[in-house]
């Protein structure tokens, strides 16, 4: 393929209507990420949370980690009035709605008020983020096909990324100005952005099997995903498989808790953090995503996901300068530079990587079971980060996420060869 047919192919799978879309619902997945997750550590530090608590109210976003459980619903249950919408629209559109209620729940609440009730309303807000998660999932899947999902992932990406700008940056600046509560209001107003997306998007035309009854409802939602993949990959190669894809991501999601803690820690006001870290650094991540779709493109995710991988956990140890030169903008800087390109590269590859094992028939569950392994581990040990940090300091604990990538490396170093057998054999 030559040079211009290559770039020709790439304009074409990154201008395709259902990009566009794909980078709404990416707005719409990543607004509520920092809202129940890093912006949120931020609200709770400055509202006198100790460190091991804002660790252990993190683990609320576990339900990113348990969407797989209700995902078969999404797949087959068809939503009173919402159904008119069809079945992916339908059950996105009521998952904005409760998130856009849950997050004026927050601002109503407030930590410094009533606590144990605002942390219900995080609670529906997660729920609500990772739901709709599923469903954009499912969405994206089924709307184009395998050879445009790293495309699609780009897209979906970049609206993620702008979406951490606001839930980041703008959120933050607000916090500063006018108070956390109307930052969170500001932020609830922002999803009739992808609402509107959401309404005039089109339903996929993938069809789905109505269940006869519920025993079959049962077999054909919840059992057959699973029997169906380990049919598919075999009982070796797929347990090498979920094993991997549970691991793979654990240097990423242990920093969550503490990262916004920590840069407070160094001596950041909310307003250096939100020009640095959710601004610039979002906008590297974009081109970290942009460089895994081109890279996915060219050479499939397969072949760039150890490089993916090597370069999110050592740009983890990145974090040690910043706690070396405390209060330096310049180190700070570099730190983003480093950790966000590796991140939206490592989030872009892992994506067509997932997409590319998901079956149309199980779309939802099946992806919701994959996305949901790669963030439960780290989550579990995020949610104890606090207490890390306080026994073995922020750099103990940054090399520790860094070296706990390597069981990941060398599972892939195993499942490699069996992926390769396998899709030769067909």
Excluded at 283 to 309: D, Q, T
Aim: net charge positive.
């Amino acid at each position: 393929m030559t040079l211009r047919l290559r770039a020709l192919v790439l304009v074409r799978a990154f201008t395709q209507p259902s990009a566009l879309v794909m980078f709404f619902f990416g707005f719409s997945s990543g607004l509520p990420f920092l809202l129940v997750g890093g912006t949120l550590s931020g609200w709770l530090k400055q509202s006198g949370v100790t460190l091991d608590s804002i660790g252990l109210i993190s683990y609320l976003s576990l339900t990113y980690s348990l969407k797989f459980v209700w995902a078969p619903l999404v797949d087959r249950l068809p939503l009173p009035v919402f159904r008119y919408f069809g079945q992916r629209r339908g059950w996105l559109l009521l998952a904005q709605c409760v998130l856009g209620l849950a997050l004026l729940g927050m601002a109503y609440l407030t930590p410094g008020g009533r606590l144990l009730p605002f942390l219900l309303m995080v609670g529906v807000a997660a729920f609500a983020g990772a739901t709709q998660d599923t469903v954009i999932d499912a969405y994206r899947i089924e709307i184009a096909p395998p050879e445009e999902q790293g495309a699609l992932a780009s897209t979906y990406t970049f609206g993620y990324r702008i979406a951490l700008i606001a839930s980041g940056a703008l959120a933050l600046v607000l916090a500063q100005q006018v108070g956390w509560a109307s930052a969170y209001r500001v932020m609830a107003a922002l999803l009739l952005v992808p609402i509107v997306a959401t309404l005039v998007a089109r339903e996929p035309s993938h069809v789905r099997r109505r269940a006869r009854d519920l025993r079959d409802a049962l077999q054909d939602g919840v059992i057959g995903p699973f029997a169906r993949f380990f049919s598919r990959f075999g009982g070796w190669l797929g347990t090498w498989l979920l094993l991997f894809i549970l691991l793979f991501k654990i240097s990423d999601q242990m920093l969550g808790p503490i990262a916004l803690p920590f840069y407070l820690h160094a001596g950041f006001s909310l307003v250096q953090i939100a020009e640095v870290s959710k601004v610039f650094g979002v906008m590297v991540g974009l081109a970290g995503a942009f460089a895994g779709g081109a890279a996915v493109l060219r050479w499939r995710a397969e072949r760039c996901m150890p490089w993916a991988l090597a370069a999110a956990a050592v740009s983890n140890l990145l974090f040690l300068l910043l706690s070396w030169h405390p209060g330096q903008v310049d180190w700070f800087i570099v730190m983003i530079v480093g950790d966000n390109f590796s991140t939206g590269l490592l989030g872009t590859v892992a994506v067509a990587f997932l997409s590319d094992l998901t079956d149309h028939r199980y779309t939802a569950t099946q992806y919701a079971l994959f996305s949901s392994l790669t963030v439960v581990s780290g989550k579990l040990i995020g949610g104890l980060s606090g207490v890390f940090v306080t026994t073995i300091g922020y750099d103990g604990y940054f090399i520790f996420s860094c070296l706990a990538t390597l069981p990941a490396l060398a599972i892939w170093w195993r499942l490699r060869p069996l992926l390769d057998r396998h899709r030769a054999t067909g």
